[in-house]
């Protein structure tokens, strides 16, 4: 990891405005916050933040990828989610009055993976000055526990390939480059990575993924995939 002085970034390369928690900030409102915030470079494999941390920074890409991952007590390890530019990182603790520890690690998965942060205390004494922008921050943390809700549903209620169709057109909507042939997704994740997004073991989850490659809905490369029939993967989620 390399870190970089908060008042060494440039201007006019403020993360703020692109990001979805601050999109209805204005230039001048995210100006006021460049001087605090920090910023670091990691390489593939670093941990951002670990589970049980007890700092209460919030952290947003700048660019990249990142995996958040909760360990159990026997090594296993369960991966929660992936993120990519313009999303924030563990803001559990900065909006957890209790102050509780940090639930998840954030890993990076590609090299050259920059993240910038900001302290808790700077923070909210910004949200002070303008409380119009943690309404919007409400109302993004409200549309995240929303997506959350509808995996737990999903876990109930769809089936494992239903819900691997809907995971793999959530990544093709995310990472996808159209390409003559279709959709080529890089994703990086391993099947084991791939069962877990799932929720389920990874043989049944390589199961449906041949079962989708047979009949010419996708094709593997590798660590990436080809979506030739989107819609038939649609459909296939709806069921």
Same mark, same amino acid.
């Given at each position: ?59 947003? %890409?700048? *660019? ?5 991952? =909760?360990? !159990?007590? @026997?090594?296993?390890?369960? $991966? ?42 700077? %923070?909210? *004494? ?5 409380? =119009?922008? !943690?309404? @919007?921050?409400?109302?993004? $943390? ?98």
């Amino acid at each position: 990891m390399s870190a970089v002085k908060p008042n060494a970034m440039p201007e006019e390369s403020n993360v703020l405005l692109k990001t979805a928690l601050f999109k209805q900030v204005s230039s001048q409102q995210a100006q006021e916050l460049l001087p605090y915030l920090k910023q670091a470079t990691f390489s593939k494999g670093d941990f951002i933040f670990r589970e049980g941390d007890t700092d209460k920074s919030m952290f947003l %890409l700048e *660019s990249g990828r990142v995996k958040l991952i =909760r360990s !159990a007590r @026997d090594n296993r390890i369960q $991966l929660l989610s992936i993120h990519a530019r313009g999303e924030v990182l563990g803001e559990i603790p900065v909006f957890d009055p209790g102050g509780g520890p940090r639930t998840a690690s954030a890993v990076a998965m590609t090299n050259k993976t920059q993240v910038v942060w900001l302290e808790h205390d700077v %923070l909210f *004494s910004w949200l002070n000055e303008y409380p =119009r922008v !943690a309404v @919007d921050m409400l109302q993004v $943390l409200a549309n995240r526990m929303r997506a959350n809700n509808e995996r737990i549903s999903d876990l109930v209620f769809m089936d494992v390939p239903g819900r691997l169709a809907k995971m793999l057109l959530s990544l093709a909507s995310r990472f996808g480059e159209p390409m003559e042939a279709g959709l080529w997704v890089e994703h990086d994740l391993t099947q084991e990575e791939i069962a877990q997004l799932v929720g389920s073991s990874r043989e049944t989850v390589n199961k449906a993924l041949m079962d989708f490659a047979n009949r010419h809905w996708i094709a593997r490369k590798g660590r990436s995939v080809i979506i030739y029939e989107p819609g038939m993967l649609i459909r296939r989620a709806r069921r």
